[in-house]
């Protein structure tokens, strides 16, 4: 089987659950001829038609407003948020109408909202966005946010077959650089199961997405000049949280540092904190530590978004001072 | 209809609040020798007189449900605002009637479309249930008032963020689309939804898509204390419809035949593939945004104008006495059904139970099914001793 990159594992997830499921289809903007802005639905309008892979007007509201209701006929909707920073101009409509429909009025909405997020690559306060933080405080949302190839598959599978609004958050960063063979058979990764990406026994790395990448980075040069043994939890999902996952690792290494993209205050990374404090509190050695995005929003110039962002290094430094306690 | 009201000086005057177009007797009624069978066909309406006295039902319905409702909120038992559609009776009622439920046809209410619920088969013992939160209610207590739905019966509970049943519907619509089934649509928003951001998305996607979706702008006057010349520069409602490219007609909401029909065309002309129309009916609201409202920002004398001279349901039975064949004892008959099954409704929903505590974490999703019982309620299925309401939702609580 040949390597597929992040993004062709995304796309070869719509294209097979398009195949197997009639009720599914994909809406959003300059999607269908044009095949998406970074191409993740290119060949998906040729195969299935304009009813099925449909171009919108620039709506994210009427997206995912047309969304909940096709999905409450019974389709199961993919919208795609162009840039997943967009997704704030429809977030009435997933906040207030999706997310409550199932527990106020019993409207099932299986749908899917996916988009590419995250900075790195010089996309300025607009096309760099991680706005998960803003979601994860609305019951009735899923939300997920693959760091590998084989995740971003499985869970869009995933997501696509669930029976409420999942959130799929994919990394613009990854799209094209790191690949990987994957399984043959259908692959589908459950919403809500941490994956463990590195073992260790010194100290945990608790992260998700583009991160995770960093993380192991940090992990092999801690190993390599401090002689530690760094464990690395790769969340995946992060609405529902995988508590036990992050309790097992707080148990076995006693040390958390929480790493995310996305800024600080109100962040993730202080409810992971919470869940520890309130589950897991006589095993820590230490308290919790995070390395987060300062409390900015993202500059353009390469200088700027870099010491914005968390890089290697920071988390280098940071599991060091950790280590020390 | 009347004159334009856009940018005038007259506020929240109504534009059509001086013409009555209500039918008077006809001269020459009582030479007819009337046609009383229940097939026997209004030239105008195409209604047939069963379904023109059902029309009267669900009007009349609609009015004594919310007049009981009015008692229960004074007596407490109604514990959220209420919400009243006093002279909006036959916009609701008569737009609704214009759908095919045997084909499946699907509405969406706002608050003040008590009636189209009715008409889609929504009944007393339910809207009760949803107002008092009662256990057994359509929502077990999670929602208020009209604010609930049925895939079945057709018709989808609107939020309380105005406009956004527009795309809403516009998606349900364009399933029906994409499945090559024979169904339509209807949305209601008021004048003030119009101004929101959803309404245009949901209404431009619905257009483009060709969506069979009749969009109703009922237009009452006023958005809680907002008159319509605050809320658009548009002459009208209607001359929204040209900037998207659909079919506009508008037409006299406190006539419900009238109403019945313009809703009709706009209906067969979504099923036959005609795409989006919007409707734009004018009526009059009555009672305040809520029950606390003290519409102390109507000008004097507007709202007794509007019950003495354009109550829709004084102005259709007249019409129906008119006709000719149907007689006074018949609608009384009616108006004591209705009564009957209100005052059975009632007793039924007062005595249904409130929901117990901790139903309130289950079904958020389907997987998980119940959210985590919080560690300081574990054991706990009463939060508070006394479950107070209260005094009132505004200043001016009758």
Same mark, same amino acid.
């Given at each position: 089987?040949?390597?597929?990159?992040?993004?062709?594992?995304?796309?070869?997830?719509?294209?097979?659950?398009?195949?197997?499921?009639?009720?599914?289809?994909? &809406?959003?903007?300059?999607?269908?001829?044009?095949?998406?802005?970074?191409?993740?639905?290119?060949?998906?309008? #040729?195969?299935?038609?304009?009813?099925?892979?449909?171009?919108? %007007?620039?709506?994210?509201?009427?997206?995912?407003?047309?969304?909940?209701?096709? #999905?409450?006929?019974?389709?199961? %909707?993919?919208?795609?948020?162009?840039?997943?920073?967009?997704?704030?101009?429809?977030?009435?409509?997933?906040?207030?109408?999706?997310?409550?429909?199932?527990?106020?009025?019993?409207?099932?909405?299986?749908?899917?909202?996916?988009?590419?997020?995250? !900075?790195?690559?010089?996309? !300025?306060?607009?096309?760099?966005?991680?706005?998960?933080?803003?979601?994860?405080?609305?019951?009735?949302?899923?939300?997920?946010? $693959?760091?590998? #190839?084989?995740?971003?598959?499985? &869970?869009?599978? #995933?997501?696509?077959?669930?029976?409420?609004?999942?959130?799929?958050?994919?990394?613009?960063?990854?799209?094209?650089?790191?690949?990987?063979?994957? $399984?043959?058979?259908?692959?589908?990764?459950?919403?809500?199961?941490?994956?463990?990406?590195?073992?260790?026994?010194?100290?945990?790395?608790?992260?998700?997405?583009?991160?995770?990448?960093?993380?192991?980075?940090?992990?092999?040069?801690?190993?390599?000049?401090?002689?530690?043994?760094?464990?690395?939890?790769?969340?995946?999902?992060?609405?529902?949280?995988?508590?036990?996952?992050?309790?097992?690792?707080?148990?076995?290494?006693?040390?958390?540092?929480?790493?995310?993209?996305?800024?600080?205050?109100? !962040?993730?990374?202080?409810?992971?904190?919470?869940?520890?404090?309130?589950?897991?509190?006589?095993?820590?050695?230490?308290?919790?530590?995070?390395?987060?995005?300062?409390?900015?929003?993202?500059?353009?110039?390469?200088?700027?978004?870099?010491?914005?962002? %968390?890089?290697?290094?920071?988390?280098?430094?940071?599991?060091?001072?950790?280590?020390?306690? | 209809?009347?004159? /334009?009201?856009?940018?005038?000086?007259?506020?929240?005057?109504? /534009?059509?609040?001086?013409?009555?177009?209500?039918?008077?007797?006809?001269?020459?009624?009582?030479?007819?020798?009337?046609?009383?069978?229940?097939?026997?066909?209004?030239?105008?309406?195409?209604?047939?007189?069963?379904?023109?006295?059902?029309?009267?039902?669900?009007?009349?319905?609609?009015?004594?449900?919310?007049?009981?409702?009015?008692?229960?909120?004074?007596?407490?038992?109604?514990?959220?605002?209420?919400?009243?559609?006093?002279?909006?009776?036959?916009?609701?009622?008569?737009? @609704?009637?214009?759908?095919?439920?045997?084909?499946?046809?699907?509405?969406?209410?706002?608050?003040?479309?008590?009636?189209?619920?009715?008409?889609?088969?929504?009944?007393?013992?339910?809207?009760?249930?949803?107002?008092?939160?009662?256990?057994?209610?359509?929502?077990?207590?999670?929602?208020?008032?009209?604010?609930?739905?049925?895939?079945?019966?057709?018709?989808?509970?609107?939020?309380?963020?105005?406009?956004?049943?527009?795309?809403?519907? @516009?998606?349900?619509?364009?399933?029906?689309?994409?499945?090559?089934?024979?169904?339509?649509?209807?949305?209601?928003?008021?004048?003030?939804?119009?101004?929101?951001?959803?309404?245009?998305?949901?209404?431009?996607?619905?257009?483009?898509?060709?969506?069979?979706?009749?969009?109703?702008?009922?237009?009452?006057?006023?958005?809680?204390?907002?008159?319509?010349?605050?809320?658009?520069?548009?002459?009208?409602?209607?001359?929204?419809?040209?900037?998207?490219?659909?079919?506009?007609?508008?037409?006299?909401?406190?006539?419900?035949?009238?109403?019945?029909?313009?809703?009709?065309?706009?209906?067969?002309?979504?099923?036959?593939?005609?795409?989006?129309?919007?409707?734009?009916?004018?009526?009059?609201?009555?009672?305040?945004?809520?029950?606390?409202?003290?519409?102390?920002?109507?000008?004097?004398?507007?709202?007794?104008?509007?019950?003495?001279?354009?109550?829709?349901?004084?102005?259709?039975?007249? *019409?129906?006495?008119?006709?000719?064949?149907?007689?006074?004892?018949?609608?009384? *008959?009616?108006?004591?059904?209705?009564?009957?099954?209100?005052?059975?409704?009632?007793?039924?929903?007062?005595?249904?139970?409130?929901?117990?505590?901790?139903?309130?974490?289950?079904?958020?999703?389907?997987?998980?099914?119940?959210?985590?019982?919080?560690?300081?309620?574990?054991?706990?299925?009463?939060?508070?001793?006394?479950?107070?309401?209260?005094?009132?939702?505004?200043?001016?609580?009758?």
């Amino acid at each position: 089987m040949p390597e597929v990159t992040y993004l062709e594992a995304i796309r070869q997830a719509l294209f097979e659950e398009m195949e197997r499921d009639p009720s599914v289809f994909c &809406l959003g903007e300059d999607i269908g001829a044009y095949g998406g802005a970074f191409k993740v639905t290119e060949g998906l309008q #040729a195969r299935f038609g304009e009813g099925r892979v449909i171009d919108t %007007p620039i709506s994210e509201a009427a997206i995912v407003g047309a969304a909940a209701g096709a #999905a409450h006929m019974g389709m199961r %909707p993919v919208c795609e948020m162009q840039f997943i920073d967009f997704i704030s101009c429809a977030y009435d409509m997933l906040t207030n109408y999706v997310a409550t429909a199932r527990y106020r009025a019993m409207l099932p909405c299986p749908m899917v909202v996916r988009g590419p997020s995250g !900075g790195y690559v010089r996309g !300025g306060p607009f096309h760099s966005q991680n706005p998960e933080a803003a979601f994860l405080h609305t019951p009735g949302l899923k939300i997920v946010y $693959p760091a590998t #190839a084989s995740d971003a598959k499985g &869970l869009l599978k #995933a997501a696509i077959r669930d029976d409420d609004c999942v959130l799929f958050f994919e990394h613009k960063y990854l799209y094209r650089r790191i690949k990987e063979t994957l $399984p043959a058979t259908d692959h589908v990764v459950p919403i809500g199961k941490a994956r463990l990406a590195r073992e260790g026994r010194d100290l945990s790395i608790i992260t998700y997405a583009a991160t995770v990448w960093k993380a192991l980075e940090a992990a092999e040069q801690l190993e390599r000049e401090d002689g530690l043994s760094i464990e690395v939890l790769d969340l995946r999902s992060l609405l529902p949280m995988d508590d036990d996952a992050i309790v097992a690792t707080v148990r076995k290494t006693n040390r958390v540092l929480i790493v995310h993209e996305d800024t600080r205050t109100g !962040g993730i990374a202080g409810e992971i904190t919470a869940r520890i404090n309130e589950r897991a509190f006589e095993w820590l050695d230490a308290p919790v530590l995070r390395v987060t995005a300062a409390d900015v929003p993202l500059p353009y110039a390469p200088p700027l978004e870099d010491f914005v962002l %968390p890089q290697t290094a920071d988390i280098v430094r940071a599991a060091r001072q950790l280590a020390r306690y | 209809m009347g004159t /334009r009201a856009g940018g005038s000086s007259n506020g929240g005057r109504r /534009r059509n609040g001086g013409t009555t177009t209500a039918a008077q007797p006809a001269a020459g009624a009582a030479m007819r020798a009337p046609d009383r069978t229940d097939t026997a066909r209004d030239a105008q309406s195409g209604l047939s007189r069963a379904q023109r006295l059902e029309l009267y039902y669900y009007m009349r319905l609609t009015r004594s449900l919310e007049e009981r409702l009015v008692n229960l909120y004074r007596q407490t038992k109604v514990v959220g605002g209420l919400f009243r559609s006093l002279g909006q009776e036959a916009d609701a009622v008569g737009s @609704a009637y214009a759908l095919d439920r045997s084909k499946g046809d699907i509405l969406s209410p706002l608050i003040r479309n008590l009636g189209s619920m009715l008409v889609q088969g929504a009944r007393p013992a339910e809207i009760l249930r949803q107002y008092m939160a009662k256990g057994d209610s359509p929502t077990r207590g999670r929602e208020l008032n009209i604010h609930y739905g049925d895939l079945v019966r057709g018709f989808i509970g609107q939020i309380s963020h105005l406009g956004d049943m527009v795309p809403v519907m @516009a998606g349900v619509t364009l399933s029906f689309k994409m499945r090559g089934q024979d169904r339509v649509g209807l949305v209601y928003v008021g004048d003030g939804a119009t101004s929101t951001g959803a309404f245009h998305e949901g209404l431009n996607f619905a257009a483009v898509q060709r969506c069979p979706l009749v969009v109703v702008v009922e237009n009452n006057g006023y958005a809680y204390s907002t008159p319509v010349a605050k809320q658009t520069a548009a002459a009208q409602f209607l001359d929204k419809a040209a900037g998207y490219g659909i079919a506009g007609e508008r037409a006299d909401g406190n006539d419900v035949l009238a109403t019945y029909q313009v809703t009709k065309r706009a209906v067969d002309r979504a099923r036959a593939g005609g795409g989006v129309t919007l409707i734009e009916l004018l009526t009059y609201r009555r009672k305040g945004h809520a029950e606390h409202d003290n519409q102390s920002y109507v000008p004097p004398g507007e709202i007794e104008h509007w019950e003495r001279e354009n109550d829709p349901l004084d102005r259709y039975s007249r *019409a129906l006495l008119a006709s000719g064949d149907v007689d006074s004892q018949e609608l009384a *008959a009616i108006d004591a059904r209705a009564q009957q099954e209100i005052d059975a409704a009632a007793a039924d929903a007062e005595a249904a139970p409130m929901p117990v505590g901790p139903d309130a974490l289950v079904g958020v999703y389907a997987d998980p099914p119940a959210a985590e019982m919080l560690w300081f309620r574990s054991g706990v299925t009463s939060a508070v001793a006394v479950h107070e309401r209260p005094a009132g939702w505004g200043t001016h609580d009758a």
